[in-house]
């Protein structure tokens, strides 16, 4: 790689990489400013950088502050990618190297937009960028307070909160990010608007960010600028998700993607259907998750967007999870939590970590979930998810093998539950207590718990996941002896659609296949099976569902 400060960008781009300072420079600085922000909204988002910090080079002598947020753009796109170390390169100027990043669900070698194998190629920032000169000291602050720094305190405090995040020192972030929201309070403009709420998100306020995505919606539909609509629709979405107001997050996506498809905005309108399928996994609904979660991850693989692809992987292993296929869930999960080329993006694997902790655990994999609980700690201290606390104490009791212990974590996290809010995750939360408590022939207790997360699940359209809790309803009043259904009503649902394909004489194999599932499933719920039923083959499986069925 070459020293700082040297040029190595395409001859075809940027000529000899020393551009003269003067109109032609800001003209041309402009326009691959202009280019940038349309490739980062609908092209490959590495495309988008490059172009970006062309302009940010062409544009540091003539417009300091432009050439800032060319620069922030830029990182936006980096963002986008899910390399750390790109985008801090970008946002401190200093070399970086640009590279396809490696997508969940693709193979191991990097790619392309186009599916080419491509080799790393790296990207120095022009020294123009980090040492702007003239204009008045409140435009020419590049190169003063440090590299890149500029006299715009808006873009100063949002990228040194950036910085302070990326550089895990959570600490720090929290002033300049809390700056920017101030400074947002008195400012119609929706690009500054939009990363108000960024800047929201990443604290964790999440009505503060709710309230910069409506006024930045707002803002761009008195300008009418479809672009910005649709951004604002897309961190509205998102805020509303996090807020565990699933409704309103489809309402906003929905929404934003007729915006983005109306701009030509193939990026957002990704983005978007990630939010989709998060939704639908909620609700449980398995043909929309699987319709969404391929529209976003076919836009983010072409185009390197992992954010989008890494929600849209969750999203399908969380109606896995929904329909009971808690081994499909961690097979799914494993690689976007796990460490490795293959972790999901850094800002937002972290949420998948209960849902995998929760699938490895009813897969009877706890030690698979261990290697992530220290990450998820971590997680919980910093503060960004509201849910993550009462989670973290979910996820420590479904790994506590002490009765008492996990007793006393589970009334935690519904404690913590109370304290956040929010009817999906707390009603998970009772749905795995009320489990264990029946397990160990506390029914009474299981019951209520079980009632709770029932009534959660129906407020919130949350509708495979109240069948699962119906189910394990119908189990603890056969135990308890007030139900006079007979023995297979202790099935949950996929188990009992296993058992009755076994009891026709279907091989796994075939199971698997007529369930679209992996024969290492069928394998897992049918052991589970045997055990719920007492039988020891096949051929006594058979006769029990004659006789019920009878």
Not at 79 to 94: E, K, N, P, S, Y
Not at 169 to 180: N, W
Request: charged share 25%; proline share 5%; hydrophobic share 45%.
């Amino acid at each position: 790689m070459t020293g700082e400060g040297s040029s190595v960008w395409p001859a075809s781009r940027t000529g000899t990489g020393h551009e003269a300072v003067g109109p032609a420079a800001a003209h041309r600085g402009h326009a691959e400013f202009a280019r940038g922000r349309r490739q980062l909204a609908g092209g490959p988002v590495g495309d988008a950088r490059e172009s970006l910090m062309l302009a940010a080079s062409l544009l540091a002598a003539a417009d300091p502050d432009g050439a800032e947020a060319a620069r922030l753009c830029a990182a936006d796109a980096a963002w986008a990618t899910g390399d750390v170390h790109v985008c801090l390169a970008t946002l401190d100027g200093r070399p970086a190297v640009l590279a396809a990043p490696v997508l969940p669900g693709e193979d191991g070698a990097r790619r392309t937009a186009a599916g080419a194998e491509r080799p790393e190629v790296p990207v120095t920032v022009p020294a123009a960028l980090t040492a702007s000169a003239g204009g008045p000291p409140e435009r020419a602050g590049a190169g003063r307070g440090g590299p890149g720094a500029t006299g715009d305190p808006f873009f100063r405090d949002y990228r040194d909160g950036m910085r302070a995040l990326l550089t895990r020192h959570p600490g720090d972030a929290a002033a300049p990010l809390r700056r920017v929201l101030d400074r947002a309070r008195t400012d119609d403009r929706p690009d500054r608007l939009l990363r108000a709420a960024a800047a929201a998100l990443l604290l964790g306020d999440v009505h503060a960010a709710r309230a910069a995505g409506a006024r930045a919606l707002a803002a761009a539909r008195g300008t009418e600028c479809t672009a910005y609509e649709a951004r604002a629709l897309e961190y509205l979405a998102y805020a509303e998700l996090r807020a565990g107001r699933h409704a309103q997050a489809r309402a906003h996506a929905e929404e934003g993607v007729r915006a983005a498809r109306a701009a030509g905005h193939h990026n957002t309108a990704a983005s978007h259907h990630a939010m989709l399928a998060l939704a639908a996994s909620i609700e449980g609904d398995t043909a929309a998750v699987a319709g969404y979660a391929s529209a976003a991850l076919g836009v983010a693989r072409r185009h390197g967007l992992a954010q989008a692809a890494t929600l849209a992987e969750w999203a399908l292993a969380r109606a896995d999870l929904a329909r009971g296929r808690p081994l499909e869930a961690a097979d799914r999960l494993g690689p976007l939590v796990g460490p490795g080329p293959r972790r999901g993006h850094f800002a937002v694997w972290m949420l998948a970590v209960p849902c995998f902790v929760e699938a490895a655990v009813l897969a009877g994999q706890p030690e698979d979930a261990r290697d992530v609980m220290d990450d998820l700690a971590q997680w919980a201290a910093f503060g960004a998810d509201p849910h993550a606390p009462a989670q973290l104490a979910r996820c420590r009791a479904l790994l506590t093998a002490e009765e008492g212990a996990a007793d006393q974590l589970y009334l935690e996290a519904l404690a913590l539950h109370d304290e956040s809010g929010g009817d999906f995750e707390r009603a998970r939360t009772e749905l795995l207590y009320g489990r264990w408590l029946r397990r160990r022939r506390r029914l009474r207790e299981a019951r209520a718990r079980l009632g709770a997360a029932l009534v959660g699940f129906e407020r919130c359209g949350a509708g495979a996941w109240a069948e699962q809790t119906r189910g394990e309803l119908r189990a603890n009043g056969v135990a308890s002896g007030k139900e006079p259904a007979g023995g297979l009503s202790r099935l949950t649902p996929q188990q009992l659609r296993i058992a009755r394909h076994v009891a026709e004489g279907a091989t796994n194999r075939e199971v698997a296949q007529r369930l679209a599932v992996s024969t290492r499933t069928v394998d897992y719920h049918l052991r589970n099976v045997f055990a719920a039923l007492g039988v020891r083959s096949r051929m006594e499986l058979a006769r029990m569902i004659g006789r019920e069925d009878g």
